[in-house]
């Protein structure tokens, strides 16, 4: 279709963006508890495969095998994470937090629940 920043940009990968976008503006407008819903399950199943296929990756057990494969500078690395922090630090767990609370029959006492 184009290209983009020297890189061409095809029509499926412009449709599979959109279609995700619509499927995610819509749980948003269904409201907190479907957005939180889905969240935790992508998060649960995420979590799950890296249990499942980390063992795989050093299989043979070579220490070769554990090294980072994208491994930089020190510095270079510390600068890398923190290119996240403000991102995590913007408040996007609040989501997940505020559907926790918005649950029916949720107690104060419960908010290590949302924490979590």
């Not at 980390?54 to 090294?67: E, T, V, Y």
Request: overall charge positive.
């Amino acid at each position: 279709m184009y290209r983009l920043g020297g890189y061409p940009v095809y029509l499926p990968h412009v449709l599979l963006g959109l279609t995700i976008t619509i499927v995610l503006i819509g749980l948003n407008y269904r409201g907190i508890q479907t957005s939180a819903r889905l969240g935790k399950t992508t998060t649960f199943t995420f979590l799950t495969l890296v249990i499942i296929f980390c063992p795989g990756g050093g299989k043979p057990w070579f220490p070769a095998n554990f090294r980072p494969l994208f491994s930089h500078a020190p510095l270079l690395s510390v600068l890398l994470v923190w290119q996240v922090v403000p991102w995590l630090l913007s408040g996007f767990e609040s989501v997940g937090k505020c559907a926790e609370e918005a649950r029916p029959g949720f107690q104060a006492r419960d908010f290590s629940v949302a924490i979590y």
